[in-house]
């Protein structure tokens, strides 16, 4: 079993930034991806940022795409978001996951294949 764990989030003023972290521990290297959802009331789940585990892929959602960057570091066992110029509709629990399931490799942001998830972390923009 894979345990994930993420902190960072806070609320800051749109133009803001924010540094999320998503530690894990467990089997890590038998999953295929780790990615960062988000989630509000009333909308779907959606895929972020991706980061596979073998470090060499990262795939975003055209909506972050230029301000979000997803990292890791090895030696700390954590996988990084580092969100810039933030903006309100960025608002939403923030949510790490890894996925064990090889079609996660062809389609990183399908929640259906990831079957380990943290807590999440929530972040606030205003206006």
């Known amino acids: 079993q894979v345990s994930l764990t993420e902190l960072g989030g806070g609320s800051v003023r749109a133009g803001g930034s924010l540094r999320l972290s998503c530690s894990y521990s467990?089997?890590?290297?038998?999953?295929?991806?780790i990615t960062w959802f988000r989630q509000s009331p009333g909308k779907e789940r959606e895929g972020v940022a991706s980061l596979s585990t073998t470090g060499d892929v990262a795939l975003y959602a055209d909506s972050v795409s230029g301000r979000f960057t997803v990292s890791r570091d090895s030696s700390k066992n954590s996988i990084y978001l580092q969100m810039i110029d933030l903006k309100p509709e960025d608002s939403a629990m923030y949510l790490c996951?890894?996925?064990?399931?090889?079609?996660?490799?062809?389609?990183?942001?399908?929640?259906?294949?990831?079957?380990?998830w943290g807590r999440g972390t929530q972040v606030t923009v205003s206006s």
């Open positions: 996951a890894a996925s064990d399931d090889s079609r996660s490799r062809r389609d990183s942001f399908n929640t259906f294949y990831y079957d380990f």
């Open positions: 467990g089997d890590i290297y038998s999953t295929y991806y």
